[in-house]
């Protein structure tokens, strides 16, 4: 999503890294991408609530397995 609104990836990668390792006990990278000031502007909730919901990986899956199988 960041690289949609014009950042490399190697930023959006660096960005969302960075905040990874620094969550504390507790925290959830969902909630913190939210409110730090390296990432609020980029993010809705609704937006992170559907990157972490796995509903854009499993479409993928489910599109990996039909063509493995053929149908």
Do not use: C, W
């Not at 990432?39 to 992170?48: C, G, H, P």
């Amino acid at each position: 999503h960041m690289v949609d609104q014009g950042l490399s990836r190697e930023e959006a990668y660096k960005k969302v890294q960075l905040l990874s390792h620094s969550l504390k006990k507790g925290e959830h990278l969902k909630d913190i991408l939210l409110i730090h000031p390296e990432t609020k502007d980029y993010f809705k909730k609704n937006t992170v609530d559907e990157i972490f919901s796995g509903t854009r990986h499993l479409t993928e899956v489910s599109k990996l397995i039909a063509q493995t199988l053929g149908v």
